[in-house]
C-alpha cells in the first residue's frame, strides 16, 4: 500500500514526489510500526537510491563514476528490543522474519542478508572500538518506492538506511566513508555480490541538484552541478524501467568482473613500467595498441571499462563549462560501449535507448541516454529539461508498447539529498 500510494502520485505527474506526500506515506509507516511492535520508533532513516549517469563497471577497477542519489528510497523505523530477539518487517514486501543476536549465520532470505548483515558487521565494529558487542536485539520495519530490479539500487539504500538506523540506536558513531565500506562487505559476503562501492557513496553523498563523482582509488567524493539553468529550464532525468528481471546474483556480473581483472593482469604484464594496478591506469592508446593480443571476450571488457573512465573525465569538463547537451552525448556513447563491448545490456534496454535517439533526432528533445547500473536488464536513464519531461514520457512509453508490447514504468528524478536521520 505504501508504495502503491506514492509510486502513483510519482506516475501521475512529471514533478517528483511533493513533501505532502513523502508526509502521508510516512505517517503511514509509523501507524504500521505502532500497530507490529504497540511502540512508536525510536529512530527513523531515510536512505535513496541511486542512478548511474556515467562510469559503468567502472568502481570496482578503482575507477571514476558519476551518478546521482534520487528523490525514490528506503524509510527504516527501529527500536531497540527488551531481550536479544531481532523483529525484521519488509512492509513492501509483506514479510518478517526473527532472530536471535547469537544467531550470525546468513539467512536464506536475501533481504534479511542486508540487514542483518550491517546489524553483525556493527556489532563487531562496536567491540573493536571497545564499546562491546551489542546486547540486545532490534525491531525494525521499513519499505520504500524503488522498484525492485531496476538498477536502481534499492539494496544499498536498504543497508545504508538500516545502518544509519543502527548506529543511532547502538550509539555507534561512523564516518560516511566506513558505513559505506561495512555496507560493501554485506554486498560481498553476506549477499555475493562482488559489487564495489558505487551504490552506497551515491546513497551516503548525494546532493540536491548535483551530481556525485566518485573516485574510486582514492575514496575521494566531489559533486558536479547539472547546469546552471533554473525552473523549467533546468535539468533532469527520466528513468525508464523495463521491468525486465535483474538480479546480480544471477546474471552474470561477477564474470565480468573476473574479465577485468584478467585484464589488469594483461595490461601489468605488457606494460612492467606503467605500474597497472586496475584498468584505471590504461588509457585509450594502450587499449587499441595491445588488445589485438588479448583474449577477445577480455580484450572487450577492458575496452568497455577504459572508455568509461574517459567519458567520466570528459564529462566532468563538459558539465563545469555549462556543456550539458555535450554531456549527454557521451551518454549515448556510454550505451553503446555496453551494448558492443560489455555485452551487459539486453533487447528491451536497446529498444528503450533507440526510441530516445530517435525522438532526439526528430525534436532535439533528449539529451542523452544509456542503460543504468548493471545492466542485464533494469532501467534506461536520460537526460532532458524539465520542461521537455512529460512530452518525452509520454511519446516513449507509447513507442515502446508499440514495439514491445509490454507496458514501461517512468519515473522523473532529480539529483537529491543523501541518506539522513530523521528522527
Not at 559505506?180 to 558505487?198: D, F, H, P, R, Y
Not at 563549462?321 to 539486453?346: D, P
Request: net charge negative; glycine share 8%; with cysteine.
Amino acid at each position: 500500500q505504501y508504495q502503491r500510494r506514492v509510486r502513483d502520485s510519482k506516475m501521475a505527474s512529471p514533478n517528483p514526489t511533493t513533501e505532502e506526500n513523502k508526509k502521508e506515506a510516512l505517517q503511514f509507516l509509523v501507524e504500521n510500526f505502532n500497530t507490529a511492535f504497540h511502540s512508536k520508533p525510536d529512530v527513523i532513516t531515510f536512505a535513496p537510491g541511486r542512478i548511474e549517469i556515467l562510469g559503468n563497471h567502472t568502481d570496482y577497477n578503482q575507477g571514476w563514476v558519476l551518478s546521482s542519489a534520487i528523490d525514490l528510497g528506503i524509510h527504516f523505523l527501529a527500536s531497540k528490543s527488551q531481550d536479544s530477539t531481532c523483529h525484521l518487517i519488509a512492509l513492501d514486501l509483506q514479510k518478517e522474519e526473527k532472530f536471535d543476536i547469537s544467531d550470525t549465520s546468513k539467512s536464506s532470505n536475501t533481504w534479511v542478508n542486508f540487514v542483518k548483515g550491517m546489524f553483525v558487521l556493527l556489532s563487531q565494529r562496536s567491540e573493536a572500538e571497545g564499546k562491546g558487542k551489542f546486547t540486545t536485539g532490534f525491531k525494525c520495519l521499513f519499505s520504500g518506492d524503488l522498484p525492485r530490479g531496476a538498477g536502481l539500487s534499492s539494496s544499498a539504500a536498504l543497508a545504508m538506511s538500516g545502518g544509519l538506523a543502527l548506529c543511532r540506536l547502538y550509539n555507534l558513531t561512523l564516518p560516511p566513508l566506513e558505513l559505506a565500506k561495512i555496507g560493501q562487505k554485506v554486498e560481498n559476503v553476506w549477499v555475493g555480490v562482488m559489487s564495489g562501492l558505487l551504490d552506497q557513496f551515491s546513497s551516503l553523498f548525494g546532493e540536491k541538484d548535483k551530481l556525485v563523482l566518485s573516485d574510486f582509488r582514492t575514496l575521494e567524493v566531489e559533486t558536479v552541478e547539472l547546469g546552471k539553468e533554473q525552473g523549467e529550464e533546468g535539468y533532469c532525468f527520466l528513468i525508464f524501467n523495463t521491468q525486465v528481471h535483474h538480479s546480480l546474483v544471477d546474471s552474470e556480473y561477477n564474470t565480468r568482473r573476473n574479465d577485468c581483472e584478467e585484464a589488469k593482469k594483461f595490461f601489468a604484464s605488457v606494460l612492467p613500467e606503467a605500474n597497472i594496478q586496475a584498468l584505471r591506469d590504461v588509457s585509450w592508446e594502450q587499449w587499441k595498441k595491445f588488445s589485438p593480443q588479448m583474449d577477445e571476450r577480455v580484450a572487450k571488457r577492458a575496452a568497455h571499462v577504459v572508455g568509461e573512465d574517459e567519458r567520466v573525465q570528459e564529462g566532468k569538463v563538459l558539465l563545469r563549462e555549462g556543456k550539458v547537451r555535450e554531456f549527454g552525448r557521451l551518454m549515448f556513447t556510454s550505451h553503446e560501449s555496453s551494448q558492443n563491448y560489455f555485452e551487459n545490456s539486453c533487447k528491451e534496454l536497446d529498444v528503450l535507448v533507440e526510441i530516445l535517439k530517435a525522438i532526439d533526432k526528430k525534436n532535439g528533445t533528449v539529451c542523452g541516454a544509456r542503460l543504468s547500473g548493471g545492466g542485464f536488464g533494469g532501467s534506461v536513464v536520460a537526460l532532458t529539461k524539465k520542461k521537455h519531461a512529460d512530452e518525452v514520457r509520454k511519446e516513449v512509453e507509447t513507442e515502446y508498447e508499440k514495439q514491445t508490447t509490454k507496458v514501461l514504468q517512468s519515473f522523473v528524478m532529480l539529483p537529491a539529498q543523501g541518506a539522513t536521520v530523521l528522527q
